[in-house]
Each structure stands twice: as C-alpha cells, then as structure tokens.
C-alpha cells in the first residue's frame, strides 16, 4: 500500500536499537575502549543539545512553529539530542502513552551533500554555486502541510532515548526540538515537535461475535492481531467488512487522515505487511489515490476507536497484477484494521 511516510520523519519513530546504533557499533570488549566510546557519545549528545539550545521557536499565526537559527550556530551533528522547549498545560504523559504530534522538520546539508548539489548544478554562476552548497537550515518537511498527525509510543523501546526522556512526564501542548541525522544523506535534521493529544494505541470499545464463517483473530496482550483461516467456510467473491470492536468516535469519511495499526494475510493465512511488526501506527489518506479500493469502501463510515476485519477481493485490491513479490495475481486479502484517529 501507498502509505504515506517521509523518509527523514522515520527519524523520530526509531526504536531504542536505531537510535543506539552509533553507540553499539564498536563490539570491543575492551573496557577502556568502551568507556572511551561511551564518553565520545555524551559529548556529542551534549554537543547536539547545546546546538538546539541556540534555535529560537515561534509560533506562526497560523499555529506552525517557525524556527530561527542563530548565525555564528553549528548544526551539524553526529549524535541525536532532545531539548523541551516548553512544556504543555494539558494531560500528564506517561510511560506506555499513545501521543499524536505535528512537527516540521528543517534539514542542515552535510559538507558532502552540499558538495554534491554544487557538483550536479549547471549553474556557472557564483551565485549559483554559494546557494548550492549551502549548510544553512532550511524547511524540509511539516506535517501541517498535510494536516495530519503521526502517532508515537513513548516507551523506551520505542524511541530514541533522548526524546523518551523527554516526553515521559511532560504534557500534552509540551514543545519539543529533536536533533537527529539522516543516515542516507549524512544531513542534520532538526525537527520541532509538538504534542497535540494522546491517543489509544490500539482499538477500544466494545467486542462484536463475528458472523460464522469468517476467519478467526486473536488478540495478543499489546493488541497485534493473529488469524486462524480453518474457520473460514468459503473465499468470498465480494468485500466483507466484520467490525471486531465497536469504537464510539467520530465516522470516518472518504478523504480524512486516518491513523491506524493493521496487519494483511493473503487468503491461506500468509502474513505479508503489519504496522504492528514495524513498530509503529500508519497514517494515510482514505482515497483510492493512496489506497487500495476495499480500504477505501472497507473503511469510510467506520468509526474511530473500532477494530475491523476487512476480507477484499482481487478486484478491490491488487487484481491480476498482484503487488512486489508478496501478493501474488488475483489474491483475496484478509485485513485487521485498529482506526485509531480520522482527521
């Protein structure tokens, strides 16, 4: 599916073991060897923190934070680091919390990257070529531009350390400049996150008893969903759409942002995609721009807080061309879907 997902956004959903990776990298088991690369690592979190420090935040008119960098700043980093701008007034955020976020991100080119746009220019111009290697911040990606939100776990299992510590016991409306790296490009990127609410991570109301027939899912402790085909009478030649769990939010309409946890199973209960796996909820727009047609008929009119089992047909989904190596031609596909937030 066309989920939409910046690359450089991935940044603020890395888990603890993508977060750490700089400072595992050396397996030596020599102790001073450890204890070196231990200190060089808090100094370049300190370096980033204390670079952050520098970026003034102001809030647009329009609610979108506007950063302005300090001219003698260096923005070039080589170790993640969190600041908290400015805590929130609303609800306390606790370990385990599902919290949605707006931010925008400005990117700082690398010394390599911007050599090479200053090498791919055709520009002779001096002009030209100073714009092109260019290593000043500048506005790269923001959520607002799309009106949506993304969905984050605070756990330490599920984010980079630096920002966990600060976002477990602040509140939501909480402020917060996160300074990463983006590892294809070597670029520094700062993104300036707010937290707007905090939101289920998996669905919640009451349970429905599906109708005969269907396949059978089972829930694990955090939520993720497992199927059991046997149950399944017949392949259906027309969507089947089971809600498991009646949610009392907002109905979903063709066109909104949703954000959602799901799995895919082909129909003899071969698992090829889950948001669940990934770590992370995914938000997409509800149109058959982005979707595939059964989620987008699945899914308009449910609503939010519900869990539904969505069984497509190949003509609702990949039909004859199937899709990569994973479904193959003419597939009917099994879906549990959580819709945790619409906008």
Not at 40 to 49: F, G, I, L, M, R
Not at 146 to 158: H, I, K, P, R
Not at 194 to 219: D, F, H, Q, W
Not at 262 to 289: E, I, K, N, V
Request: proline share 4%; hydrophobic share 40%.
């Amino acid at each position: 599916m066309n989920f939409r997902r910046p690359a450089a956004a991935a940044a603020i959903l890395a888990t603890a073991a993508l977060g750490l990776a700089a400072c595992s990298s050396d397996t030596s088991s020599d102790p001073s060897a450890s204890t070196s690369a231990s200190t060089d690592t808090a100094a370049a979190t300190a370096a980033t923190v204390a670079a952050l420090e520098t970026v003034t935040w102001t809030d647009g008119s329009d609610g979108v934070p506007v950063l302005t960098f300090d001219d003698g700043g260096t923005y070039a980093f080589t170790a993640t680091g969190a600041v908290l701008n400015k805590d929130g007034d609303g609800e306390a955020i606790a370990d385990g919390t599902g919290v949605s976020v707006s931010y925008v991100i400005y990117d700082v080119p690398s010394a390599s990257s911007a050599s090479d746009s200053a090498s791919a220019s055709a520009s002779p111009s001096a002009s030209a070529s100073a714009s092109a290697t260019s290593t000043e911040p500048a506005l790269y990606y923001s959520t607002y531009d799309d009106n949506y939100t993304e969905l984050l776990t605070v756990s330490s299992s599920a984010l980079d350390p630096v920002l966990y510590d600060i976002l477990n016991g602040a509140h939501v409306g909480a402020q917060v400049l996160y300074g990463t790296i983006d590892s294809s490009t070597g670029d520094s990127l700062i993104m300036a996150v707010t937290v707007e609410k905090t939101t289920p991570l998996r669905a919640t109301g009451t349970s429905i008893e599906p109708l005969a027939g269907l396949p059978t899912v089972t829930l694990a402790d955090n939520g993720a969903p497992t199927i059991d085909m046997s149950t399944a009478t017949s392949e259906p030649t027309d969507l089947v759409v089971q809600t498991l769990i009646q949610g009392d939010g907002a109905a979903v309409a063709e066109g909104q942002t949703l954000t959602v946890q799901y799995t895919g199973w082909l129909w003899d209960g071969t698992q090829f995609d889950s948001s669940w796996d990934r770590g992370y909820a995914s938000s997409f727009t509800l149109s058959a721009d982005s979707l595939i047609q059964g989620w987008v008929d699945g899914l308009t009119g449910v609503q939010v807080g519900s869990q539904v089992m969505l069984i497509v047909p190949p003509d609702l989904a990949y039909g004859s061309d199937g899709s990569g190596t994973t479904i193959p031609a003419d597939a009917t596909l099994v879906f549990v879907i959580d819709v945790l937030d619409a906008q």
